[in-house]
Nanobody, 120 residues
Framework: QVVESGGGLVQAGGSLRLACQAP????????IGWFRQAPGQEREFVAA????????YYADSVKGRFTISRDNARNTVYLQMNNLKPEDTAVYYC???????????????WGQGTQVTVSS
């Protein structure tokens, strides 16, 4: 089970930092990805990071604005979101990530996510 936090309501151009934690799991063993789902749309890949934190991957729509990082000592993965746009509005989820660019979730079950709403 993972726990996502840090969402909220922000104006366009603003910033938020999301956090993903997994109580009881050793995060450092896993690549972790952030995914999001907007109303009426399918869940999509946002960003991912390898277990060591040495390699990261981003969806084209967030490159240059979002930064994924991890603190394995704190068992936490972060998503720093800057210059937010209304189209970033979605529920954001984290999951273990797989694939050559870590763009696919490992598990087919999800946490409750955290809502991000960006007003124009």
């Amino acid at each position: 089970q993972v726990v996502e936090s840090g969402g909220g309501l922000v104006q366009a151009g603003g910033s938020l930092r999301l956090a993903c934690q997994a109580p009881g799991r050793t995060f450092s063993d896993y690549a972790i990805g952030w995914f999001r789902q907007a109303p009426g749309q399918e869940r999509e890949f946002v960003a991912a990071i390898r277990p060591s934190g040495g390699r990261t991957y981003y969806a084209d729509s967030v490159k240059g604005r979002f930064t994924i990082s991890r603190d394995n000592a704190r068992n936490t993965v972060y998503l720093q979101m800057n210059n937010l746009k209304p189209e970033d509005t979605a529920v954001y989820y984290c999951n273990s990530a797989i694939g050559s660019t870590l763009s696919k979730p490992l598990y087919d079950y999800w946490g409750q996510g955290t809502q991000v709403t960006v007003s124009s």
